[in-house]
């Protein structure tokens, strides 16, 4: 069945009232019930919840075959929990188990042959890529995996979708009694705030951690009124792995180009007034943005009320400038932010829900006035994909791109117009991840085009020296230089599912046909 | 006369790099110079001249001045140089280590030459003369007067310091004598003058002063290495609010007193007379470049 935007979904994955995307705010006053877990109360004092290792924790949550566990990605490519709880499980033998990650990268390999040889039969992440990007990719993941923006894992969790029977959480620190944090410890990750929604909506929660500390370990980011198990291991993560030193600033002209061309529509929009708010991500050309930002803030005397999402160092200069009033943080992405978090007063913790789940009752997502985003492709309609490369493989992640773009007054996406020889404009995006409608400007190298359904920035921009360009112009110079993109050939076989924030299935990837 | 425009920048390519001159419109600059001389290694002169021909001929350079820096003439070069950037339809070609007004007579006599040969408009090409030697700074007057395609004329410090024995510094006092003798020239001529390139371009404070000094020195512009220096260049040649509201008001008065025959007035307090308006006009066409002037005054 045809989607809104003329995206193909098999009827087959349109069970249990699954239904496809009709539009961003399709979903508007949606009524459900929340899902609830199963808890295991404990009334008599002096139990202790400290388990010897993670096999004695598998074993004590009663893990078996056809059950959901899930992880976070707070500790990056740093990350040692995945293939360790992995390992054990898989060593168990127990099978056909839903992976629910926050998001998969290089650091979780080891699931690679736990799909193949059936441990794993169904994952849902934001990320795919790597080794695990191209074993879902070729079909070996028994069922298609589900790939959701961290707004809409959240949403999943909550109402019902995922029912989470195991949640493994790595944390830097905890006590005893499963009050865990991202901060201190050997493998500080600054926040946890994937893993509010798993603690309190998963049957089983287990803390993993490297560093016990006495109790109570506050502020908590899990609460230790929610945790079953806790366990302590030798390390949880390479902390060099986990946040990079001083992410450098870009000196690539282009991106700066792109950056100050970001800043400027910003600036020009018509709501870059005091108090306004801002999410960026931490990319060459985003991360810049932030530099041009502060000129911007400077010149038209104003100063932002909170900015939010992966917070980098830069930002944390901005805020501690006072240019930034409140940093809203739901991942560190480097030293200085982890260093940040919790330490400022101002800089807050919030969990993936706060931040951009569409199905509580207002995210900070819906609040934002900016967001600058990143794009691999971007067709005519103004659709982005940031999940699947233009060869066909799952190399990427939405993150909290479909929750953003959705929720902020002016979205912004800054990419070149090429990358490598491959347009990344084009007339149709090899699979979307956020909707055109989302999307109001696109940055490029070659100049900016607007959405045309944004009448009142076109007129914002109209005297400025903004280098204004039509989307189709951009496609056509894309294709003047690296020719246009031939159709990749698919079996029928879909791989993974593109769902939407809201629960309604935007897309389905399949197999591309050279991984044969 | 050669199209009179603005200058600010000019971005020296290699020719020989096609992702770098596929696309160098990008970053804005008033002119591009595609090098085909220092920055092209020799077994690569011939590919560099048919990859130019190709950049001229195909690419959408957007309304930005394209130059040609030809081979010196003391190559072999140099000829065929040239017929590569006139059948391309490069706007001008500029000439490296020119000593006497006969060098620029002889590139201007190809020039001729290969625009009849390839049916391009005659007289259209331009040529700017980069002097880089004492004896060239002493002929810049002969230099600049040599040709009705001589569109300016250019410093370029590299060799200009090796053979003056004297040693580069950041804050260019050896340059000095050059500077001022080739504007004079310039002016005297009525050409343009350009600035050599500042080449650590890990220094923007360096190269912000340098571009600071010789705006205030009355150049026209800066020979740029790095799309880094274009946006430093333009911002520092746009004149400020001020100086645009005076521009105007100065160009509105004298225009408005002309009819009655009154040549000396006051404006924003200063007294200003008809010689004024030149200058007054010239802030407002930076300013109109810098996208920080809309009116129709210019």
Known sequence: ?516 | MTPERLRRTMIFLNTQRAALVKDAFVYQPDCVIFDLEDAVAQREKDAARIQLYHTLKDLDYQGIERWVRINALDSDLFQEDIRAAVAGGAEGIRLPKTETAEDVQMVADLVDQAEVAFNRPVGTTMVMAALESPLAILNAYEIATSSPRLMGIALSAGDYTRTMHAKRTVKGLELFGARSQLLLAARAAGVMAFDTVYTDTDDPQGFIDEVKMIRDLGFDGKSCISPKQIGITHDIFTPDPKEVLHAQHVIQAVQANEAKGVGVLTVDGKMVDIAWVEGAKRTLKLAKAAGSYRGDLV
């Not at chain 1, 894992?153 to 989470?164: F, L, S």
């Not at chain 1, 921009?461 to 903004?466: A, G, L, P």
């Open chain 1, 1 to 516: 069945m045809k989607n809104v935007l003329g995206r193909d979904i098999p009827a087959e994955f349109l069970t249990a009232g699954r239904e496809v995307f009709q539009g961003q705010y399709y979903r508007d006053g949606y009524t459900y019930t929340k899902h609830a877990p199963r808890v295991n109360a404990q009334v008599k004092p002096g139990k202790d919840k400290l388990l010897p290792d993670i096999e004695a924790v598998v074993r004590a949550t009663g893990l078996q075959d056809g059950m959901t566990i899930s992880f976070h990605h707070h500790l990056r490519d740093g990350d040692y929990i995945v293939n360790m709880v992995m390992k054990v499980i898989h060593e168990l033998g127990i099978k056909d188990l839903t992976v629910c990650a926050s998001s998969l990268g290089k650091a979780h390999d080891y699931l690679v042959p736990c799909i193949e040889d059936g441990t794993v039969t169904n994952i849902s992440t934001s990320g795919i890529r790597d080794e695990i990007g191209e074993a879902v990719s070729a079909g070996k993941l028994k069922n298609p995996a589900i790939i959701r923006s961290h707004g809409g894992r959240a949403r999943a969790i909550e109402d019902g979708t995922v029912k989470i029977d195991v949640a493994f959480i790595g944390a830097a620190t905890s006590d005893p009694y499963g009050n865990a944090s991202g901060k201190g410890g050997k493998a500080d990750t600054g926040v946890l705030s994937y893993m509010a929604g798993d603690a309190q909506y998963a049957d089983k929660v287990v803390i993993i951690t490297d560093t016990l500390v006495s109790s109570p370990n506050f502020p908590a980011s899990i609460e230790g009124v929610d945790v079953d198990y806790v366990v302590q291991v030798d390390a949880i993560g390479d902390p060099h792995k986990i946040a990079t030193g001083a992410l450098r600033l870009t000196s690539d002209t282009r991106e700066l180009l792109m950056a100050k061309n970001a800043a400027k529509c910003m600036y020009y929009s018509g709501f870059f007034k005091d108090g306004f708010s801002f999410q960026t991500g931490a990319g060459g050309p985003s991360l810049a943005t932030t530099i041009f930002l502060k000129e911007f803030m400077d010149q038209a005397n104003v100063k932002c009320g909170w900015a939010m999402g992966g917070i980098t160092e830069p930002i944390v200069d901005l805020f501690k400038a006072g240019y930034i009033h409140n940093l809203l943080d739901d991942q560190a992405f480097d030293l200085a932010s982890v260093a940040s978090a919790h330490t400022d007063p101002k800089h807050f913790e919030i969990s993936a829900s706060q931040y951009a789940n569409p199905f509580n009752k207002g995210a900070f997502v819906n609040q934002l006035d900016f967001v600058i985003l990143g794009a691999l492709e971007v067709d005519v309609d103004f659709n982005v994909n940031v999940v699947q490369g233009s060869n066909g493989l799952l190399q990427g992640a939405p993150g909290g791109h479909p929750d953003t773009a959705a929720g902020a007054t002016v979205t912004i996406i800054v990419a070149p117009l090429i990358r490598s020889r491959i347009a990344t404009v084009r007339t149709a995006v090899t699979s979307v991840t956020t909707p055109g409608e989302s999307i109001d400007i696109v940055v490029t190298d070659y100049g900016v085009a607007v959405n045309p359904k944004r009448t009142d920035l076109l007129a914002a921009f109209k005297d400025t020296n903004i280098p204004l360009k039509s989307i189709e112009t951009l496609r056509d110079l894309a294709y003047e230089y690296a020719g246009e993109p031939k159709d990749i050939e698919f079996e029928d076989q879909v791989v993974a599912l593109v769902e939407y924030r809201d629960g309604t299935f935007i897309d389905a990837i399949k197999k591309p046909k050279w991984l044969n």
